[in-house]
């Protein structure tokens, strides 16, 4: 664990928290990395950036509101925390949801392709995540339940996320108060990895099939907003199961089964969109018969 970071520029040492440092590479590499490609996908890219700046803004928001509403009890008795940037107290699905209203508001406002865009960002949406990720694990928030696998992680001791972790191993009777606290699963680094896994294959499904497309007579193109839509049911599917390794503190206040019944419902709607936006029904030959008596209707 390395909660802080040492770096020597022209002879000066700077330290950063290592959370900061990382949240603020996966905004600041995920707006550019997300314009350049949707650049690269025939978009404006002035236009673009602007969008993924409001989209970055509001994400940052909507994480932050979802956060103070599950530690509320927190929150009450400590006012001054409301206006503090703790990089620590973000909730990602909040941010997510929020990003993706006003990204879409925003776009349309501007007559921009929002579907498009949506897919552009899916490069950056991964990498931001698992850039995100690793900050907290090397801060040592967001850490999981105690486990015996052998990859399980100890944290350095009387270190602040050591600390974190016994009063809450302790609280939820998962250790004794003088026997330490166990190996706990780096949810963290799950995550990460999950975000990268499902990225490279979104985006190599979507380069395979640019490159399919270029070498048949016959266009079938994956209707705009598929890719994007196909990366969040996937990485939701990933958060939900990832949801039971995870710690909860004893600061959250919104019942147990919000954050899995959240998910259920990002899922629904993204798989109900994923159907609407394919419409396979189109595809469907009808009868004769019913095609005939529709003509019809129709002529008559």
Do not use: C
């Amino acid at each position: 664990m390395h909660p802080e970071l040492t770096l020597s520029l022209a002879g000066h040492q700077f330290v950063l928290s290592s959370i900061a440092f990382f949240y603020w590479l996966a905004w600041v590499v995920g707006l550019l990395l997300a314009a350049i490609v949707a650049w690269r996908r025939r978009l404006p890219w002035f236009w673009s950036l602007f969008v993924y700046a409001f989209t970055i803004v509001a994400g940052i928001v909507g994480a932050r509101l979802l956060h103070v509403a599950d530690n509320w009890g927190y929150y009450a008795l400590h006012w001054g925390r409301l206006k503090a940037l703790d990089f620590d107290s973000f909730a990602l699905y909040g941010g997510l949801i929020l990003a993706a209203v006003v990204g879409a508001w925003v776009a349309r406002s501007f007559r921009l392709r929002a579907w498009r865009l949506a897919d552009s960002a899916v490069p950056a949406l991964a990498l931001g995540i698992a850039l995100m990720r690793v900050g907290n694990f090397l801060d040592g928030s967001d850490f999981g339940t105690a486990t015996t696998v052998s990859w399980g992680v100890t944290y350095p001791e009387w270190s602040k996320a050591w600390g974190d972790v016994l009063s809450y191993q302790v609280l939820s009777g998962e250790t004794g108060l003088f026997d330490g606290p166990k190996p706990v699963h780096p949810t963290q680094i799950y995550e990460a990895i999950a975000a990268v896994v499902i990225g490279l294959i979104v985006a190599g499904w979507l380069i395979a099939r640019h490159l399919r497309q270029r070498r048949s007579a016959v266009k079938r193109e994956t209707p705009e907003g598929v890719p994007f839509l196909a990366f969040v049911a996937l990485f939701t599917v990933f958060r939900f199961a990832n949801h039971f390794l995870r710690a909860h503190p004893g600061t959250f206040k919104l019942p147990d089964w919000f954050y899995p019944f959240l998910y259920a419902v990002v899922l629904a709607v993204t798989l109900l969109l994923i159907v609407w936006r394919i419409r396979p029904w189109k595809t469907l030959h009808l009868p004769r018969s019913l095609s005939f008596s529709r003509s019809r209707r129709r002529s008559s």
